[in-house]
């Protein structure tokens, strides 16, 4: 995981401006503060739609990233958790550049997991 993106999520977390856990991230995209959210892969089925009902609905995207959530947490010194949220809009145009210099082009990140409006 020496992935730059993934550093950006903690930083993020560091300076206050991540929302983590399902419900903590379904209440920032309510109140109109998520920018951005990004789900572990492998988060069960109800967990996966309520998060692309409730940001689909918010028009906020969504992504599913190639980490457990074991691995997501990790990253934040959590345990586990099945989402994050960015909460800046700074921090997601460092992911997404971050994002871009992984893969070259961000049609291609994640496999094509992106989950946006259907």
Request: contains cysteine.
């Amino acid at each position: 995981m020496t992935d730059r993106r993934y550093g950006i999520i903690g930083l993020a977390y560091r300076a206050g401006k991540l929302a983590y856990g399902t419900n903590s991230v379904i209440e920032a995209v309510r109140n109109g503060k998520a920018k951005l959210v990004l789900a572990a892969d492998g988060i069960s089925e109800n967990t996966a739609k309520q998060l692309r009902d409730k940001t689909n609905y918010r028009a906020v995207p969504l992504e599913f990233l190639p980490l457990s959530t074991e691995e997501l947490g990790k990253l934040i010194g959590k345990t586990e958790t099945a989402a994050v949220a960015f909460l800046q809009e700074g921090f997601v145009v460092s992911y997404r550049k971050s994002s871009d210099a992984q893969t070259g082009s961000a049609d291609r990140q994640n496999g094509g997991q992106k989950c946006e409006d259907n």
